[in-house]
């Protein structure tokens, strides 16, 4: 049963949401009334994906996605009022799966959710595999004939990506 | 952005046509079955694709899973049908999106947007994936291969692998190539 957080300020559609998630066999596990709540509470409940609106008192649900999706990746829907193209690339940017336009119904919303869960789980699993590969073991110690490692080296880059050097650049 | 449209209803295509064209998309090609689209994205290689479910001859779910086989792009289902099995299969088959008719405008560009962005980085550490199973599966191959060398000429292991890579640039090939070609033959 898939684990939902729920962030929006106003209290009926909160409550139309949670209905509404509850009725389609969902677990509603955290409801935040702000972004600086839906942070932590992401935190505290570790939900399965996140439903955010994007214009909420104290954190704004880009930034709120931002900070959440830095600490734990999971798929974030977002619901709006606004489809403004620098919203919606904003929101992109901030790792969002799914960009919904308020007023949205039930068969926007379902569907949505469990697109951006299945495609947010091949993700992670393409990046575990990645973070998986034993790096040291990719490095052969054999000195080749001018002098390099041999045949294909692997290095961290500064922002955490991998830099493969194959065996044409040696 | 080139969109490829599936829909078998010439009015409601014409009219998505109409909507994505009025929002910014280049409609690259419209197909009326499931298996038109297939074939279309094959030969048209859209940025993304808008596929209705219910069409004669293989619906769009079905369309979408062949289309992932061998042409990978961001799919958005489009449909006035949203039954949890319909949705599951949707997810299953690979679509980035599931849009419920009646849409609006304003529903477009953020399905097409978040679907394009969340698949190329899916596609890009799909990538990743992929280079580094290939150096590993390739630096096997090389071992193994020198292993052979070293074993029935009674070569020193430098000197294994510099037969290895003379062999891949005199053929021009790459040294994996070449070492698999060597365990092809001597075992």
Redesign the interface.
Known sequence: MLRVLIAEDETIIRMDLRQLLEKNGMTVCAEARNGLEAVALARECEPDVAVMDLRMPELDGIEAARRMYAERPLPIVMLTAFADRSNVENAIEAGVFSYLVKPFRESDVVPAIHAAVARHRELLDARRTVGRQPLGAVVVSVPSSNGGVWPVSLERRDDGSLDVKGIDAL | MRVLIAEDETLIRLDLRQLLERAGFDVCAEARTGAEAVELARSEQPDVALLDVKMPELDGIEAARRILEHTPLPIV?VSAY?E?TL??R???A???????KPF?E??L???I??AR??FD??AE??A??E??T???A??KA??RAKGILMEREGLS??DA??RL?RA?QVSGR???VIAEALIETLT
């Open positions: 289902i949203t949890r949705v599951s949707a997810a299953e690979g679509a980035f999106g599931y849009l419920a609006r304003d529903d560009l953020p399905a947007a978040t962005a969340r980085e899916l550490t799909r990743e994936v280079s580094l290939e150096a590993l390739a630096r090389i071992e292991e430098d692998f510099k890579r891949s790459p040294m994996r």
